[in-house]
């Protein structure tokens, strides 16, 4: 924390996709190098990277920009965007003095000039745009240039009215006798017959106009004419083969554009850490090698795999139970249907099982409209007679449109809406107790193995923390998949 004698400013910021969802990365805040505070007796270094949190905001509290007794100062910060999927971050100046506390990028980042909170940059001035153009001389020698003739008098105007007489003064005494009305000097020459040259009254002499050394010409348009310009030999007359207005590309030059940063075909972008994002890194059998994923068996992400799941006895999906399961996704996947393994269904053709996919806050990604029907399971052509007798396997319940899910954690929900206890078996993980292994956690909260009673339907939104949650059941195994 710093003194409290050194006056702060706090930066907030939130970063959004045009659809809404949070950005991920981070932005840096760069001082100088060192910022020296005698009265408080401590010296400050180094950047300030905020990262974006799960909703895409950052907070940072700074130093003020015109805090007092700072060493160095008129200095700004250097503010430097680095958001996940954004191949071309920003980087922009702004000032934080303290009269504004708080702080929102949103109102202060580029680019509008005008506002307060940018550095004004100097530009050329008027003596130095002459001496760009060809102007040899000192400033005093080029604002002489600048004095044309006098021109013709102005006729005189009409003698105004006579004021009114104000009452007469007292007589003063004699005073001593003053020089005769004659000119004494002119410009420091006392002589019976002055005469001045151009440097007497400080000007520039008129044969210097296009003289070397002196003063440019103007011709009849107004500009310096040619004769009088510095030679072009040597100059540029090509570049990269190109003439006329020249407009480079990264082609041009050997280079690949930034639009490539983190595109397939380009190049790899960093992240806010210097590192390879996990959303740019090849996956192999859906993550490791030689092993059992889940796009292995034709699905897209799962809770568990079934294969080590413990299931000795057959389990019936309690009517208007909510049963939510969590997936992990690591890179953008498409999805459009959302399974349930079962163990012994005979299939119902009444409309009462519904289906959703929602996000770590809570928030709906897709729902079924409506309760929907399901046909028996294990009866996909080429399963072991078995499991097709025994009504074993994979249900689905479809989506109404396929959606890309983006890196993060998910829940998928199934409730059986209405009917009796034996409509759906279920393979599950034995469990019948709140301390459900899928539930083990750190850091932010994110149960994997829960559910709520008295649900008819997929709600608006999920609350892991709300009261009604219960976790002493027999988990269900569920998984994703783009049918």
């Not at 760009?132 to 105004?160: C, D, K, M, N, T």
């Given at each position: 924390?710093?003194?409290?004698?050194?006056?702060?400013?706090?930066?907030?910021?939130?970063?959004?996709?045009?659809?809404?969802?949070?950005?991920?990365?981070?932005?840096?805040?760069?001082?100088?190098?060192?910022?020296?505070?005698?009265?408080?007796?401590?010296?400050?270094?180094?950047?300030?990277?905020?990262?974006?949190?799960?909703?895409?905001?950052?907070?940072?509290?700074?130093?003020?920009?015109?805090?007092?007794?700072?060493?160095?100062?008129?200095?700004?910060?250097?503010?430097?965007?680095?958001?996940?999927?954004?191949?071309?971050?920003?980087?922009?100046?702004?000032?934080?003095?303290?009269?504004?506390?708080?702080?929102?990028?949103?109102?202060?980042?580029?680019?509008?000039?005008?506002?307060?909170?940018?550095?004004?940059?100097?530009?050329?001035?008027?003596?130095?745009?002459?001496?760009?153009?060809?102007?040899?001389?000192?400033?005093?020698?080029?604002?002489?240039?600048?004095?044309?003739?006098?021109?013709?008098?102005?006729?005189?105007?009409?003698?105004?009215?006579?004021?009114?007489?104000?009452?007469?003064?007292?007589?003063?005494?004699?005073?001593?006798?003053?020089?005769?009305?004659?000119?004494?000097?002119?410009?420091?020459?006392?002589?019976?017959?002055?005469?001045?040259?151009?440097?007497?009254?400080?000007?520039?002499?008129?044969?210097?106009?296009?003289?070397?050394?002196?003063?440019?010409?103007?011709?009849?348009?107004?500009?310096?004419?040619?004769?009088?310009?510095?030679?072009?030999?040597?100059?540029?007359?090509?570049?990269?083969?190109?003439?006329?207005?020249?407009?480079?590309?990264?082609?041009?030059?050997?280079?690949?554009?930034?639009?490539?940063?983190?595109?397939?075909?380009?190049?790899?972008?960093?992240?806010?850490?210097?590192?390879?994002?996990?959303?740019?890194?090849?996956?192999?059998?859906?993550?490791?090698?030689?092993?059992?994923?889940?796009?292995?068996?034709?699905?897209?992400?799962?809770?568990c795999d079934p294969y080590t799941a413990a299931n000795p006895a057959a389990k019936f999906l309690v009517p208007q139970r909510l049963y939510v399961c969590g997936i992990?996704?690591?890179?953008?996947?498409?999805?459009?249907?959302?399974?349930?393994?079962?163990?012994?269904?005979?299939?119902?053709?009444?409309?009462?099982?519904?289906?959703?996919?929602?996000?770590?806050?809570?928030?709906?990604?897709?729902?079924?409209?409506?309760?929907?029907?399901?046909?028996?399971?294990?009866?996909?052509?080429?399963?072991?007679?078995?499991?097709?007798?025994?009504?074993?396997?994979?249900?689905?319940?479809?989506?109404?449109?396929?959606?890309?899910?983006?890196?993060?954690?998910?829940?998928?929900?199934?409730?059986?809406?209405?009917?009796?206890?034996?409509?759906?078996?279920?393979?599950?993980?034995?469990?019948?107790?709140?301390?459900?292994?899928?539930?083990?956690?750190?850091?932010?909260?994110?149960?994997?193995?829960?559910?709520?009673?008295?649900?008819?339907?997929?709600?608006?939104?999920?609350?892991?923390?709300?009261?009604?949650?219960?976790?002493?059941?027999?988990?269900?195994?569920?998984?994703?998949a783009l049918a």
């Amino acid at each position: 924390m710093l003194p409290d004698s050194i006056p702060t400013v706090t930066v907030t910021g939130r970063y959004l996709s045009p659809d809404g969802r949070p950005l991920s990365g981070s932005v840096t805040f760069r001082a100088p190098a060192q910022l020296t505070f005698p009265t408080a007796e401590v010296i400050l270094g180094g950047p300030v990277v905020a990262a974006l949190d799960a909703q895409g905001q950052i907070s940072a509290t700074l130093p003020a920009t015109d805090a007092p007794d700072m060493d160095p100062s008129g200095w700004s910060y250097t503010v430097t965007e680095q958001l996940g999927g954004i191949p071309a971050g920003r980087s922009y100046q702004v000032l934080l003095p303290a009269e504004a506390p708080l702080v929102d990028l949103a109102d202060i980042a580029p680019t509008d000039p005008a506002k307060p909170n940018y550095v004004a940059v100097r530009g050329d001035s008027a003596y130095e745009v002459a001496v760009a153009a060809g102007f040899e001389g000192a400033p005093a020698v080029w604002l002489a240039s600048l004095v044309g003739p006098r021109g013709p008098e102005g006729e005189r105007g009409p003698i105004g009215p006579q004021g009114e007489p104000g009452p007469q003064g007292a007589r003063g005494g004699q005073g001593t006798p003053g020089a005769d009305g004659r000119v004494q000097s002119v410009n420091g020459q006392s002589a019976a017959e002055v005469t001045l040259a151009a440097a007497d009254v400080g000007a520039v002499p008129a044969t210097a106009a296009g003289a070397p050394g002196g003063i440019a010409q103007l011709d009849d348009t107004g500009r310096v004419p040619a004769t009088q310009l510095p030679s072009t030999v040597g100059a540029v007359t090509s570049v990269n083969g190109k003439t006329g207005a020249v407009q480079l590309s990264a082609d041009d030059v050997g280079a690949l554009a930034t639009s490539t940063r983190g595109t397939a075909g380009g190049v790899a972008a960093l992240d806010a850490n210097g590192r390879v994002p996990a959303t740019q890194l090849p996956t192999v059998n859906g993550g490791a090698r030689n092993v059992w994923s889940p796009q292995a068996l034709g699905f897209q992400a799962w809770t568990c795999d079934p294969y080590t799941a413990a299931n000795p006895a057959a389990k019936f999906l309690v009517p208007q139970r909510l049963y939510v399961c969590g997936i992990n996704i690591t890179e953008p996947t498409q999805a459009n249907a959302v399974i349930m393994f079962a163990r012994g269904y005979g299939g119902v053709s009444a409309a009462r099982f519904a289906a959703g996919i929602y996000r770590e806050d809570g928030t709906k990604v897709t729902s079924t409209a409506a309760p929907v029907s399901l046909g028996m399971a294990g009866q996909t052509p080429g399963s072991p007679p078995q499991m097709a007798t025994n009504h074993i396997g994979s249900t689905a319940i479809a989506m109404p449109s396929t959606i890309t899910l983006s890196p993060g954690r998910y829940w998928l929900t199934w409730v059986l809406t209405t009917g009796g206890a034996s409509d759906y078996a279920f393979f599950h993980v034995q469990n019948e107790s709140p301390a459900a292994a899928a539930n083990f956690f750190f850091g932010t909260p994110f149960a994997r193995a829960w559910y709520l009673n008295s649900q008819s339907n997929t709600p608006t939104k999920l609350n892991q923390a709300d009261a009604s949650v219960l976790t002493d059941h027999d988990v269900p195994v569920m998984a994703l998949a783009l049918a």
